[in-house]
């Protein structure tokens, strides 16, 4: 079993950066395929960015790339979100997922069995 907790939102003005983690528990951190997911009021649960186990490859939706880097440190069993430019339509609850298996359909939050708390992320304009 794995427990995820994150860390780092707040409020920014746009423009602005976060840097969000997301600390595992568990010894087997490194096996699993790492997700970041976003809600905002009244919206569904979308992607913003995946990692696979290793590191090496990584995954983001259209509406961050370029903006926001993914990554981990299997070391300290820890995947971040650094979020550069922020805009205030990336004003929304941040979770962070665990998934097991390949980086297919890493984008389907359907497919991740771990979840954390969440963490609000607010962006003043």
């Known amino acids: 079993q794995v427990q995820l907790v994150e860390s780092g939102g707040g409020l920014v003005q746009a423009g602005g950066s976060l840097r969000l983690s997301c600390a595992a528990s568990g010894r087997t951190f490194s096996t699993y395929v790492m997700g970041w997911f976003r809600q905002a009021p009244g919206k569904e649960r979308e992607f913003v960015a995946g990692?696979?186990?290793?590191?090496?490859?990584?995954y983001y939706a259209d509406s961050v790339k370029g903006r926001f880097t993914i990554s981990r440190d299997n070391t300290k069993n820890t995947v971040y979100l650094q979020m550069n430019s922020l805009k205030p339509e990336d004003t929304a609850v941040y979770y962070c997922?665990?998934?097991?298996?390949?980086?297919?359909?890493?984008?389907?939050?359907?497919?991740?069995?771990?979840w954390g708390q969440g963490t609000q992320v607010t962006v003043s304009s």
């Open positions: 990692i696979s186990w290793s590191g090496g490859s990584t």
């Open positions: 997922a665990a998934k097991s298996g390949g980086s297919y359909s890493v984008n389907n939050f359907r497919l991740y069995r771990y």
